[in-house]
Every structure is written in structure tokens, then in C-alpha cells.
């Protein structure tokens, strides 16, 4: 019989929802094959197949793809990282890729009615297909295609883990490792914004209200405190606006400095990373073990 470790057992219940000893059975039962174990628990019926619509999913894969004037970049998500790694999802979310860059389509819910390039059926099909194989929720969270001109450039970015990716767009063509550069330097260092005029209002006015609010309560002369909460503004843009933060590769130059040494500037910028915006669930998988075992 396999070792079954809890790790394994893991595994399986993020990819069926089953309990703790129903995964650890199924896996004992199928000599530590996940794929045979889930058709296991699925053939008893215990894999919680109904809840799969309703499942938070928060991890996946980030798509950057480009094709002449057409960029895109994408967010398709599974419920385990685990999942993420999986050839039929890789297949799955290139397909998608192919088929939002070949389409003239911004609006999410429209794009899930695509037809697939491939010929396997929508968007929408397709992931609901490969949620009842892989046993998971599989889902097209949200994508941006951009159009340039012919004389501007792409940049792009994907990590290799597929956890971030990055696409710019360049007033001018000029030598690629300087758009490559920053887009990597975007990846690491998440800015929020392009430029200090592409800032959001709103949320510039939150962040002012704040730093006025921790000025006061320091305890600054009145006189002084306008002063200083302009200048912790002006430090905050530097570190949240893409184009005033300072390079990584030569933190003498800002981002801006360096493209302008290329030849060029960003006047498009966007930056996706797995999972952002949604709210995890945290479980205490130890705990809930013991819990189970006492059953």
C-alpha cells in the first residue's frame, strides 16, 4: 500500500471537498493515485459535486499572450494551486487566450459565450466540462485586451509560475530588453498605477485623508502639518505610480528615466496577480484532522 501522506490527502480534499478519513480511504483504496481516487469518491458519491458552483476559487493561472496589434492578458481560476499545474487546465486557459485575442469582445460575460478556436464548444462549456473531470471549480475571472498602433510595442511579463503577469504598451518601438525590464520590474514591485496622472481620485483622496489624520495625531504644528502631509503624498505616488518608482536594476534611475534612455514611455499598463481582490478562506488543516480523527 502507498504512503499516505497528509499532504496527499490534502490534495484530494481541496479537489473533491470530501472529508478528511473519506480522502485518506479513497487514496489508500487507489494506491496514493489522485485521479483514480476521485473517480473513487465520485463513483461513491461522497465528492461534493454540489457545491463546486458555489466553491471560492483563488488560485490559477495568469495568461499574457500577443499576436500582432492585439495583446491580452488574462485571470482563469481553479480552487487549488494544485489544480493550476494541471495539463488539461494549461490547455485550457491557452485555448481561451487564442480565442479572446482573436475576438473583438471586452465584456466578461459576453466572452464566457465565446466559441472556443479549438471547436470545443464556449468558453463557459469548456470550463464546466473540466470541472466535472478534475473534479473542481474552473472559471474565466476576468481579461483585458488591449489594440495598439503600428508604430507603438507590446512589454509583457509572466512569471514562470504563472502567478503574475504584466502588459504594456509603448509609444515607440525600441530595443526589447528595456520594455522587458520594466515589465518584469512591474511584476515585482506591483505599482498600483501607470503615472501619477493615471492615479485614481478617489483613492488618492482616502490615502490624503489618512496621512492628514497620522500628521494631526502626531502631534505637528498646524503651521507645518499642510507641508509635510504634501510631501508624504508626493513620496507615496513615488512608490505606488509604475513610471516614478525607482528601477530595480539601477535604483538611480526612476522607471520613466530608464525607458526615456530607450527611446520611449508607457502610456499603458496593467498588472494581474492570482487571486487578488478575492477573500481566502483560511483553514487550520491540522485542527481539523484531529477533529476528524476523534469521529
Not at 223 to 228: G, L, P, Y
Request: aromatic share 6%; with cysteine; net charge neutral.
Amino acid at each position: 500500500m502507498a504512503n499516505i501522506s497528509m499532504e496527499l490527502i490534502k490534495k484530494l480534499r481541496d479537489m473533491t471537498q470530501a472529508g478528511v478519513m473519506d480522502a485518506k480511504k479513497a487514496l489508500e483504496q487507489n494506491n496514493g493515485d489522485i485521479e483514480a481516487s476521485v473517480q473513487w469518491l465520485r463513483e461513491k458519491g461522497i465528492a461534493k459535486a454540489a457545491k463546486k458552483a458555489d466553491a471560492v476559487s483563488t488560485e490559477g493561472i495568469i495568461k499574457v499572450l500577443i499576436k500582432e496589434d492585439k495583446g491580452i492578458i488574462l485571470e482563469v481560476n481553479s480552487q487549488t494551486d494544485f489544480v493550476a499545474t494541471n495539463e488539461l487546465f494549461k490547455e485550457l486557459v491557452n485555448d481561451i487566450a487564442l480565442t479572446l485575442i482573436d475576438s473583438a469582445e471586452y465584456d466578461i460575460e459576453k466572452a464566457t459565450k465565446l466559441q472556443l478556436v479549438s471547436g470545443k464548444g464556449t468558453i463557459e462549456s469548456a470550463c464546466n466540462e473540466l470541472t466535472g473531470k478534475i473534479g473542481e471549480k474552473i472559471s474565466l475571472r476576468r481579461f483585458q485586451l488591449l489594440v495598439k498602433e503600428s508604430s507603438q510595442q507590446f512589454a509583457h511579463y509572466e512569471h514562470f509560475n504563472g502567478k503574475t503577469g504584466v502588459l504594456l504598451i509603448l509609444n515607440t518601438k525600441i530595443e526589447e530588453k528595456f520594455g522587458k525590464d520594466v515589465a518584469m520590474h512591474a511584476a515585482a514591485m506591483a505599482p498600483k498605477f501607470l503615472s501619477k496622472d493615471q492615479v485614481d481620485k478617489e483613492w488618492l483622496a482616502n490615502e490624503e485623508k489618512i496621512l492628514k489624520e497620522q500628521t494631526i495625531a502626531e502631534g505637528k504644528p498646524a503651521d507645518r502639518a499642510e507641508m509635510i502631509v504634501k510631501g508624504r503624498v508626493n513620496k507615496l505616488l513615488s512608490e505606488v505610480t509604475l513610471l516614478a518608482q525607482q528601477f530595480v536594476k539601477d535604483p538611480s534611475l526612476t522607471v520613466e528615466q530608464y525607458l526615456k534612455n530607450g527611446g520611449a514611455f508607457a502610456i499603458k499598463y496593467i498588472r494581474y496577480e492570482v487571486g487578488e481582490g478575492i477573500e481566502k478562506k483560511i483553514v487550520d488543516f491540522a485542527a481539523e484532522v484531529a477533529e476528524q480523527m476523534k469521529k
